[in-house]
Structures are given as C-alpha cells and as structure tokens.
C-alpha cells in the first residue's frame, strides 16, 4: 500500500537508475547498528526509495533484476530496523514490488528467505502492547501475496506462532473492514494446510467465519467473498466439516445462499455464490453432512435454485457445483436385483481353489450380494477428490517415466524364452490338426476340378428342437418350399455332406415352419389391423417361391445360390456386392393373384451372398445355450447390409449430462412422478415379459446373444434398463442387445441402462447405439444404423457391492442413457451395443465360405475341441494347393511358414468378429492378391475362441466365469478348453520347430477409436522404466514393427501412433504375451479394433461400420503379403534377417514422456462443464486442461513398386490422455 510521503526532488543530470543504486548502497551501509542509532537517515532514505518505486516503473525492475542485491538490502534493513516508520517503508517498498511481476518476484522473494523475515516481524509486533493497525495491514496485504507462491507459508507460521496471532487479530476487529480484510486472506492461506486448519478449527475461527458472514448486501462484498473462501477451505477438513454440522450451519448456509440467489438478479456476485456452494460441498464430504443437507431440505433448494439457472449460460459454475453436491447427497439406491450374479445358472464340475468364481460359489446363501451398508464416500477427504475421469492422470503428469507401475521390469521375464510346457509325447494327439504338414497329395489329381476340402465330424448328430422363427408374415421365397425341399451343397469328393443342412443327419424342420403355423419371436402382428397394414404396404413385393437353382451353374465357384424368378423388392441405395452366384433381377408383383398376398422379406442371397435364411435357422438348432433358447432374432435372421454412406460421429450437445442428471434428481425431488412399473425381468423365468396395458413398450432379450435382465418404466416415455452379468459371475455389464415392440410413431423415448461398470465410454465421444428395424428390413434396407440423441455415459446413484468391485466399497454403478424415436408403426426394433455376430452366424458363414471353395484352396474345418456348454469350437486351415503332387511342389507345400489368428475370446467384442469375417473371405477369394498369400503362407484359425459366451450374451467371460483371456499361462482343459487346445496346437508348433510367423488375437476396444495393435517388444518396454540393461541385453530383432507399419500406410482405420509394444505384469497372461514369451513368436500381437470411430485418416470423424471392420480384416491379409514381398523370399528366417536390415537400428527416444504405452481413454474432456462423477471438484466449471503425450512411431512410406521401406526415425505425435484402462 503507497504511504503519503512527501515528494523527494530529483538531483538534476543524474539517472535515476543511478539514484537507486545510491540509495540501496547507503541502505546497505547502514545495515546494522547505524539502522538503530540513526533511525531519521534511515527514514529518509527508505522514503526516497519509495518514492522512485512509487512513480518510476523500471525502478521496481532495476531492484529486481539478476544479479543484484537488491532485495537482500532490503529483507536486511527490514529485520535490522527498530524504527516503526522505517518498517512501514520498507513494507510498501515491497508490497509496490511484489505487486507486478506476475509471480516471479514473489517467488524470487520467497526464495531468498522473505517469508521468515515478515512472520519474524508479525510474532515481535504482537508482542507490543498496542500493535501499529497500519504495521499490521501492511504485514498481512504481504503474507496474503506470498502465500500463493510459498507453499509451506502455513507450517511456518504455525511453528512460529503467527497463526494465533492473525486469529487474535480478526477476534479483536470484527468491525473494522479495513484490518479485516488482509487478516481473513491471510487466513485462508493458513487453512489450506490440513493441520492448521484443524487447529484454526479448534480455536474458533469457523464461528467467527459465520459471524462476519452475512446476507445479501451490496456492502462490503469482497469481504464477504473472502470470508466465505476462507470458510470453504477451512472446511475441507473432516473434522472442521462436523463442527459445522454439529453447530447447526448447514441450514445457516443453505440460508444464506438463497438470499444471495434470490436478490443478485443481474449475477454481479455469482463468485460469492459459488464459494457458498463450495463449503456446501465440502461440508457433504462426509455422511453426517449429507445427512444434514437432506434434512435441511437442501436438495429442493438447490435443485429449485439451479433450475432458474439452466438457461443462464454464465452460471454453470453454480449450476455445476449445485449438480456435484445433490448427486453426492443423492441417496445411494438399490439395483432392482436379487442378486447380482447372472440370471442364468451353468454348474461346474469343479471349480478353481481361488479366484472370483470360487469366492461366488463359496458365497453363503441368503447373503445380499446387491448393495453394501456402508454409505458411498462415506467421509471422503476434499482432498482426495478430483476432477478428472480417472485419477492416474494427475499421477501420471507428475512423473511421465512411470507412466505404469505395472510394467514389467525383470529383463529375464522380458526375453522370451521358448518353454514348451507339455512334454512331446502329449502333445502327438494334436498331429491330426496339422495333416497338411505331412501330406503326399499322392492319391490326388491336382490338376483335376476334385476339391481337397475336408470337414471333421462336428456336432452334427445331437438332436435338434423346435425353432421359434421370425417373420412378421414376411417370408423368403426358401420358407415356402415343402418340407421335403432341401440346401443344395455341392459335391465334396471323399467326405460325406456337410451336416447341418442335410436332411440325412438334421431333422427336418418342424411344421411350424410352415406359412399357416409360423410363430414369432415377438408378437409383432398380434393384431389383425397390423397385418393388413402390413399386406397394403408391402403387397407389391410378394413374388412366388422359387426352387434352388443348380450350385454348379457358375464356373469356378461351388456357392450354392437360389434366385427367385422376381425379386421381392426394389433395393433402393443398397449396394450390391457381386460375388459367384449373384446376380440381377427385376422388381415386380406378378404371381401375388395366383399365390395370395404374402409378404417377403429380404432376398438375402442377392443382398447378403454368405447368408442364408434357412441354413442360420438350421445352424441355431444345434447351437447350445444355458437358457435353452428357441426363438431366432430378425436381425440375424434376416441379415445385415452394410449402408452405403457413413455415419459421422455424434456431435455431442451442450449441458446433455447435466439435464440428464437433472432428471434422476426429479425423481427424488417428485416421487409420485415415477412409475415404477416392470415390465421384463429374466429373474421370473416362466414369464419374464410382464403383460402391460398397451400404453408401454415391450422387451425381449432371449435368443442368442441376447442380453436384457430388466426393463423397468419409470416415466410415460422413459425406461431403465439392467444388463445381466456374464453367467457365473457377478459383473461385467456392458454388451447389450435386446428386442423392443409396442412403439408409438414420433414419439421421443428415453432408455437408461443403468448398471454399467466402465469409469468412461466412447458414448460421451460421438458413438451411438445401434438399431434393427424389422420394418426398414421388410421394405429393402435391413441393416443395423446408428440411432440416439441426447447420448451420455455418467456416475449414478446405484451403489455397487463391494462383493463385486473386489472388496472396494462405496462405488457405483454408471447410466448409458440415450433417447431414440421410432419410424413405424407396431415395428419390432432391436438395439445393441454393436453390431450382433452370432456363434450360429459363424457356423452359417464358415459353410457358406466352403462352398466357395475352388480347386485351388486348400480348406479344411476341423473341430478343436467342445466347449463347456457343449458347442463346438471351429479351427481353419486355408493355404493353396501344392501345383502339382512332385517332391519338390509338395515340399514347396509343407514348409511355407504358419500364421496363427484367433478371435473373439471376449464375446462382446463382436467387431473381432466382423474383422475375422473380412479376413476369412479374402482369403477365400478368388483374387490374384488372395492367391499370392494363399501360396505363401499356411494360415491356421481359430475364428471364435470363446462360443459359450457369444452365445449366451455374455461381455466377456465363458461359462466359467473367467476371462479367457487371462488364462493363457496356465488353462485349465476342463474349464478352458479353447484355450488349453489353442495353446497346445502352438506348442506342438513350436516342438515341431515350426511356430507361426505371425500370431494375431483380434479384439475390440471400448475406450479407443481406430484400430491399433499391442506387440511385445523388450527395448520399449525399458524404455517405460528407470531401470538400467547392458546393451547386449537389448539386442533384439526390429520386425515387430514391420506388420503395424505396413497396416498404417494401407489400412485407413488403422493408427500407428496409438500402437503399444510394452509388456506389463498384468497382461502375462494374455494370448499376445504367452505365445512370444513361451512359443517365441516375435510377431505376436493382439489387434485392437475401436467399437466407435475414427479420428484419424480417411474415416476421420464417422463411425465404424461392418463394411469398414472387413474392410480392415482384408488389408490384415493385404499387409502380410506386403511383409512377405518385401524381402522377396519365403524362408522364414531369411524373412526376419532382412527385415531388421530394412527397419534400421534401435529406434531413437525422441521424448522424456512415454511413448508407446496406449492410453485406453485417449479422449480429451468434451467442452460441455459438467463433474463426471459425484468426487469431481471442478470449482471452476471449466473443462478439464487437456493433457499431452507424444507417441512414438516409425515413419515410412510405399515405394513404386508397392513394397514398403521402413526405418528407424521417429516422430513424436500429440494424443489426449485420459486414464488408462485395460482393455485387452
């Protein structure tokens, strides 16, 4: 603060930078005892001082600048000084140059030990009988200054005493707002530390806090911000928190705020308003707070008080905060179960000594397995709560060289080490899964059309039962043959037919397939007025039925195709893809006069050439679920065609989640709003649909992959919805697909699943859910669309049981929430998490596929093994025909080198399916790039690793209840017979020397867009750690990158720079991570595809659909020809050499940061201000920094002649980060 001094008369020709040096150099030589003697010099000259600070800008800077002593001469003459006109000098001196500089010269202050020399002043004036009110002011305007740069101002002023003496000082001058004012900022530096606080508490400083605090006035305002920020920090303790609740200040407070709301009509004051709302929050940190705010009536005020806020733009900090507080104190709720654990039941035989599953069947019974006692948060420090979506992030900041503790850091564990497990003599029995290793081709015309395709023995021989079919009175021109009628398959020399659609080993199907007795999946013409409305829209597309045409008619293909004489509906905007057996047909309605009126649905075998609508209902009869099912829903039924045109990524909409949120809290606030009416529940297994009075919607979620436990309508046009738990488990929510009917056209209906489990979801990044309408599917467009507004993924009010987070209590459940409307009337519309692909769609496919087989491939379907629930588990070999049965073609034959893929071990993941699809029918293909790689590799797949839970909806256990995915080290044969199989092929590989030179697991990312792969590489994972290696231990060969690299410069969905090839703890039990270290597969990956979108590349901006996920699966083919070519040689070892020559040196470490460890919540946070969980402590309500990381990647482009030339330079690349979650 500037003194009224008299002005000093500057000395004519002198600079008055030299003035200042002068005036230090005599104050310094002062310094000591003359400063006592001669107080009146000493005036003079700080006054001078002053004075040129005060009116000469670059004077402060001359004192201030490197190199100089200035501010030591004077931190000196301040503590020398016994004259109280000097000190107060001196203090301004300071205070003038503090008061620029934006921090720096308070942090070059605190730095040279001006902290102390204030406090020492403030503890000796104290002592004075009267101490000087301006002396005071001026001590406590500088310690409010420096307390934003001295972090540990607090801890010395309570060692030092002046923390007493600032709560004497605000006591004694309550009324005097000048003193006041400096003391309360003072003390609100002092409370920021937890002990002091605490001790401030003890000694009355909160009372006195609720004595200055005052009603609306437009007095004195920013005394009462300050008071009410130094209430806030006091109370972000605990115990400081329950003094206030127990003195009764809840409802003071809740008072005081809605006077000030009430009467700043024009928001001058809304940083007091809002600093009232922090204490109310941090007062709800702990229970007994809550409990006051409820009974105060607190959640009406606020939720009345936000509500008149809403359309004011400026007020969302207070709309925000209001939102954090009435969710914290929202009463944690039940989830409307019994039981968490699944609805459905699988007995084991046995079951592992330890592990979830073991702790769920030890469980005793009559124990509430739903929700805790304990309350959520119950007395959650402030200081724990943060505002980012998932708490690693800030951890992860402050030091980037650990970004993961769980990196593996033992270099012995890093290098792979082959380690055959299972001694030879075991692993023999798998010989007859590699016969094409030992086969002669003697016995076989080569050059003949005789196909050399053989197909093991499948389940084919159980007993098949009675199908609930779809149709909507809408049949196929194949439902209407007679039952005699049968698939033609073309002829397979040296086997019998394929089973499942042969009448010889497959009942027919039952007579409820005929028109006059077909029943529905769901009651969609439970009405007659539907079913004529239906006839009048569709009646010029009814066409006769039409035998099966010959399979042989094209050359060069054995597909077995059927084309009605007319087509049964106009294909508006759907591509065709033409493949052997397509072809044209008109649009027409003769032959509905001879026939009767009936309806059609989609003639798949022109839309959809791997589909076939008879062949799926035979496929789902000997398909084995837990729940037994026997209806077939339409989408699988009828098929999927992919759209012509994408689907941009949703543009997310301004305060969505915060209305959403508004809405749950109505339900507290206006109880007698909600319905409360069921209407599905699996947990009634002899009715689980409840029959309704029309006015609600209908669900269903029982046929395969199904996956709906409870509908519940809470309002008219508003549901929520449960997912039910991977079968013998008690969690796992997040793949849903269930069956809706009884809509209203136009109207807006909001679905709420409401038992999600993941911290964070691409739903809040522009995905949408996916929909089936059964209508759009009749009139010539069935496909599955992005559908959903108003889309959001947030924390609920739903406590989640520490039975199931792991012993962890007080977490919750989070709400995918979206509203939809519909464009029909009495449709039958499915929705699902992403597009459904179905064990029984993949048998369907892996026929249909076969009989594209042409003399050339080499395809064989073995059985590997049976599952748990009884289905059996495919495994592919595809390769080309040796060219001739001579030594040296079959020699040529037997040792290309093995790619080894898989899929789908985690069921909701069907992405993995799709690409897996995309993969299979390039290399059935009759393209010359299909041949190459056919001729150049031998490829063993497993397509679907995990049937028992695609099957029964699972999201990512099989019936054991165990991610497979994590049983890769040790699988149990009974309990992982996939698994256990699966690994035994590999190391009977590996004994045979002969392992893959690739392996690829295909999976899905939830939290991720693109597609990306996680390798294992041991120079990248040390590159994580501080740990130190000799060089010779990070010798290792560069071609794991070669793969990824070359699907970056090809595959338009794919990003190298969300790539990871670090090997951590967590994942050693990963298929990825097992075959390199056990099986020494360098080139062992697991290929992440997003179930959102891209951003990046050409689909930048659009969701992912079926035509882009195939699309990747084919360029997966595309880039191990390319990695095959470009050394030009087959040998397999001569392929590894070449490529470490072509790749370079040991990549460079462009960044301190990390660099290749994939973050799973890459996104930033969406603009909109909104806490996304109940522990945020957005004060400001402003978006989350958006934090950078570079990603390393290795650069290189396609030359002329197609190959591709890698090398070693690296750039670093910006990515958002947001957590890390496994998700592999």
């Given at each position: 603060m500037k003194m009224n001094k008299p002005k000093m008369a500057s000395e004519k020709g002198v600079p008055s930078t030299s003035k200042v040096h002068i005036l230090l150099a005599q104050l310094e030589r002062m310094t000591g005892d003359s400063m006592v003697t001669d107080p009146e010099a000493s005036r003079q000259i700080t006054s001078k001082l002053l004075h040129l600070i005060q009116t000469q800008e670059k004077t402060g800077r001359e004192v201030m600048s490197k190199g100089t002593s200035g501010m030591e001469v004077i931190l000196s003459s301040l503590e020398s000084t016994r004259d109280s006109q000097t000190t107060l000098n001196i203090l301004c001196i300071l205070s003038e140059l503090l008061t620029l500089g934006k921090g720096r010269r308070v942090g070059a202050f605190v730095s040279k030990g001006g902290t102390g020399v204030l406090l020492r002043i403030l503890i000796s004036a104290s002592r004075e009988g009267q101490p000087s009110e301006e002396l005071m002011l001026q001590l406590h305007s500088l310690l409010a200054k420096v307390g934003l740069k001295d972090r540990k101002l607090g801890v010395k002023a309570r060692l030092s005493g002046a923390v007493n003496v600032t709560v004497n000082l605000i006591k004694k001058n309550l009324q005097n707002i000048k003193l006041l004012l400096p003391c309360l900022q003072v003390l609100r530096v002092y409370s920021v530390n937890m002990?002091?606080?605490?001790?401030?508490?003890?000694?009355?400083?909160?009372?006195?806090?609720?004595?200055?605090?005052?009603?609306?006035?437009?007095?004195?305002?920013?005394?009462?911000?300050?008071?009410?920020?130094?209430?806030?920090?006091?109370?972000?303790?605990?115990?400081?928190?329950?003094?206030?609740?127990?003195?009764g200040y809840v409802s003071t407070l809740l008072s005081v705020y809605m006077?000030?709301?009430?009467?700043?009509?024009?928001?001058?004051?809304?940083?007091?308003?809002?600093?009232?709302?922090?204490?109310?929050?941090?007062?709800?940190?702990?229970?007994?707070?809550?409990?006051?705010?409820?009974?105060?009536?607190?959640?009406?005020?606020?939720?009345?008080?936000?509500?008149?806020?809403?359309?004011?733009?400026?007020?969302?900090?207070?709309?925000?905060?209001?939102?954090?507080?009435?969710?914290?104190?929202?009463?944690?709720?039940r989830l409307p179960l019994p039981t968490i654990k699944s609805a459905f039941h699988h007995q084991l035989t046995h079951v592992l000594p330890s592990g979830p599953v073991a702790q769920l069947y030890s469980q005793p019974p009559g124990v509430d397995d739903v929700v805790d006692d304990s309350d959520d948060n119950e007395d959650m420090d402030a200081d724990t709560e943060n505002d980012t979506e998932n708490e690693e992030d800030e951890k992860d900041e402050k030091d980037p060289r650990s970004l993961n503790e769980d990196i593996e850091k033992d270099i012995n564990k890093l290098h792979p080490q082959k380690s055959p497990g299972r001694p030879f003599e075991e692993l023999k029995v798998y010989e007859r899964f590699f016969v094409e290793l030992t086969e002669d081709f003697q016995g076989h015309n080569i050059d003949c059309s005789t196909t050399a395709s053989t197909t093991s023995s499948s389940s084919s021989a159980r007993p098949s039962r009675p199908v609930i079919?779809?149709?909507?009175?809408?049949?196929?021109?194949?439902?209407?043959?007679t039952q005699n009628s049968q698939v033609l398959c073309p002829p397979h020399k040296g086997r019998d037919p394929p089973s499942p659609p042969s009448t010889a080993t497959a009942p027919l199907p039952p007579p409820a397939l005929q028109l006059d007795t077909f029943r529905f999946n769901k009651e969609l013409s439970k009405k007659e007025e539907m079913q004529q409305e239906l006839l009048h829209a569709l009646e010029c597309v009814s066409v006769k039925a039409e035998a099966f045409l010959n399979a042989d008619k094209h050359k060069g293909s054995s597909i077995s195709t059927r084309k009605p004489s007319q087509s049964p509906l106009l294909l508006e905007g759907i591509a065709i893809r033409c493949m052997a057996g397509g072809g044209g047909s008109d649009c027409g309605s003769e032959g509905t006069e001879d026939e009767g009126a009936v309806l059609e649905v989609p003639d798949t075998a022109q839309l959809l050439p791997l589909h076939d609508l008879d062949l799926y209902v035979e496929m789902v009869k000997g398909t084995h679920s837990v729940p037994q099912y026997?209806?077939?829903?339409?989408?699988?039924?009828?098929?999927?065609?992919?759209?012509?045109?994408?689907?941009?990524?949703?543009?997310?909409?301004?305060?969505?989640?915060?209305?959403?949120?508004?809405?749950?809290?109505?339900?507290?606030?206006?109880?007698?709003?909600?319905?409360?009416?069921?209407?599905y529940d699996l947990d009634v297994p002899s009715c689980p649909v409840i029959e309704s009075d029309g006015e609600s919607l209908k669900f269903n979620s029982q046929f395969e992959s199904g996956n709906l436990r409870k509908?519940?309508?809470?309002?008219?046009?508003?549901?929520?919805?449960?997912?039910?738990?991977?079968?013998?488990?008690?969690?796992?929510?997040?793949?849903?697909?269930?069956?809706?009917?009884?809509?209203?056209?136009?109207?807006?209906?909001?679905?709420?699943?409401?038992?999600?489990?993941?911290?964070?979801?691409?739903?809040?990044?522009?995905?949408?859910?996916?929909?089936?309408?059964?209508?759009?599917?009749?009139?010539?467009?069935?496909?599955?669309?992005?559908?959903?507004?108003?889309?959001?993924?947030?924390?609920?009010?739903?406590?989640?049981?520490?039975?199931?987070?792991?012993?962890?209590?007080?977490?919750?459940?989070?709400?995918?929430s979206f509203s939809t409307s519909f464009s029909h009337k009495d449709d039958v519309c499915y929705f699902t998490y992403h597009y459904p692909y179905t064990y029984s769609s993949l048998k369907m496919h892996l026929f249909k596929l076969e009989a594209m087989r042409t003399?050339?491939?080499?395809?064989?379907?073995?059985?590997?093994?049976?599952?748990?629930?009884?289905?059996?588990?495919?495994?592919?070999?595809?390769?080309?025909?040796?060219?001739?049965?001579?030594?040296?073609?079959?020699?040529?034959?037997?040792?290309?080198?093995?790619?080894?893929?898989?899929?789908?071990?985690?069921?909701?993941?069907?992405?993995?399916?799709?690409?897996?699809?995309?993969?299979?029918?390039?290399?059935?293909?009759?393209?010359?790039?299909?041949?190459?790689?056919?001729?150049?590799?031998?490829?063993?797949?497993?397509?679907?690793?995990?049937?028992?839970?695609?099957?029964?909806?699972?999201?990512?256990c099989s019936l054991s209840g165990e991610d497979l995915n994590r049983q890769w080290q040790n699988p149990d044969a009974e309990l992982h017979p996939t698994i256990y199989h699966t690994k035994s092929l590999l190391q009977y590989l590996a004994h045979m020397q002969r392992a893959p030179l690739v392996f690829c697991d295909y999976h899905g990312h939830s939290r991720k867009k693109n597609v990306f792969m996680y390798g294992c590489s041991v120079k990248e994972t040390i590159w994580q750690t501080n740990i130190s290696a000799a060089s010779t231990e990070l010798q290792e060969d560069l071609g794991y990158r070669a793969l990824p690299k070359i699907l970056s410069q090809i595959a338009p969905a794919f990003s190298m720079g969300s790539c990871s090839f670090v090997v951590e703890r967590s994942k050693e039990s990963t298929a990825r991570v097992v075959v390199w270290r056990e099986i020494g597969v360098q080139r062992s990956y697991t290929m992440e595809s997003t179930v959102c979108g891209c951003d990046q590349g050409k689909y930048k901006g659009f969701q992912i659909g079926t035509r882009e996920l195939e699309e990747m699966g084919a360029q997966f083919c595309v880039a191990l020809l390319r990695l095959k070519r470009m050394t030009g040689v087959h040998n397999h070892q001569h392929l590894l050499d070449l490529?470490?020559?072509?790749?370079?040196?040991?990549?460079?470490?462009?960044?301190?940061?990390?660099?290749?460890?994939?973050?799973?919540?890459?996104?930033?946070?969406?603009?909109?201000?909104?806490?996304?969980?109940?522990?945020?402590?957005?004060?400001?309500?402003?978006?989350?920094?958006?934090?950078?990381?570079?990603?390393?990647?290795?650069?290189?482009?396609?030359?002329?002649?197609?190959?591709?030339?890698?090398?070693?330079?690296?750039?670093?690349?910006?990515?958002?980060?947001?957590?890390?979650?496994?998700?592999?």
């Open positions: 002990v002091n606080a605490i001790s401030l508490g003890k000694s009355g400083a909160i009372e006195l806090m609720f004595k200055i605090l005052a009603p609306y006035s437009k007095k004195n305002t920013s005394l009462i911000k300050v008071t009410v920020d130094a209430l806030a920090a006091l109370l972000k303790s605990k115990t400081n928190a329950r003094r206030a609740v127990e003195a006077d000030w709301h009430r009467h700043d009509t024009w928001h001058r004051h809304t940083v007091i308003r809002k600093g009232l709302l922090c204490c109310l929050r941090n007062i709800t940190n702990i229970r007994l707070g809550r409990r006051a705010f409820t009974n105060a009536d607190g959640m009406r005020i606020l939720y009345n008080s936000s509500s008149e806020c809403l359309t004011v733009r400026t007020l969302d900090p207070l709309v925000n905060t209001s939102s954090l507080i009435m969710r914290k104190c929202f009463p944690k709720n079919v779809p149709t909507a009175q809408a049949l196929s021109p194949n439902h209407v043959t026997t209806e077939v829903a339409y989408p699988d039924y009828f098929g999927h065609v992919a759209p012509t045109f994408r689907e941009p990524l949703l543009e997310r909409v301004y305060g969505v989640q915060r209305s959403k949120i508004f809405q749950d809290i109505e339900r507290l606030i206006h109880p007698n709003d909600i319905l409360d009416k069921l209407l509908a519940i309508q809470v309002r008219k046009y508003e549901y929520d919805l449960v997912l039910n738990s991977d079968i013998n488990s008690n969690h796992h929510h997040q793949w849903f697909y269930f069956e809706v009917s009884g809509m209203r056209v136009g109207t807006m209906y909001r679905f709420n699943i409401i038992n999600c489990e993941k911290s964070n979801s691409q739903f809040n990044y522009g995905m949408q859910v996916l929909m089936y309408s059964v209508q759009e599917a009749i009139s010539g467009r069935p496909r599955w669309v992005r559908t959903g507004t108003d889309i959001c993924y947030y924390k609920n009010h739903f406590a989640r049981s520490s039975i199931a987070t792991g012993g962890q209590k007080g977490k919750s459940y989070y709400t995918m003399p050339e491939i080499y395809l064989r379907q073995d059985v590997l093994c049976e599952t748990l629930g009884g289905n059996s588990c495919p495994l592919l070999t595809i390769t080309a025909m040796p060219e001739s049965n001579s030594s040296d073609h079959i020699c040529q034959f037997r040792n290309r080198p093995l790619i080894f893929l898989s899929a789908r071990v985690h069921p909701g993941e069907t992405n993995a399916s799709w690409v897996m699809k995309g993969t299979l029918e390039f290399l059935m293909g009759a393209s010359s790039q299909a041949a190459s790689l056919r001729e150049a590799y031998i490829f063993k797949i497993v397509p679907m690793l995990n049937p028992d839970g695609v099957v029964n909806g699972n999201d990512r490529e470490s020559d072509l790749i370079g040196t040991q990549p460079k470490v462009v960044s301190s940061c990390s660099t290749t460890y994939v973050m799973d919540e890459d996104e930033p946070s969406f603009l909109e201000a909104v806490d996304y969980s109940a522990e945020s402590n957005d004060e400001d309500g402003e978006a989350d920094s958006e934090a950078g990381a570079s990603s390393r990647d290795v650069s290189g482009t396609p030359d002329s002649c197609a190959a591709v030339r890698l090398s070693d330079s690296e750039s670093s690349k910006e990515a958002w980060k947001t957590g890390r979650v496994a998700n592999q």
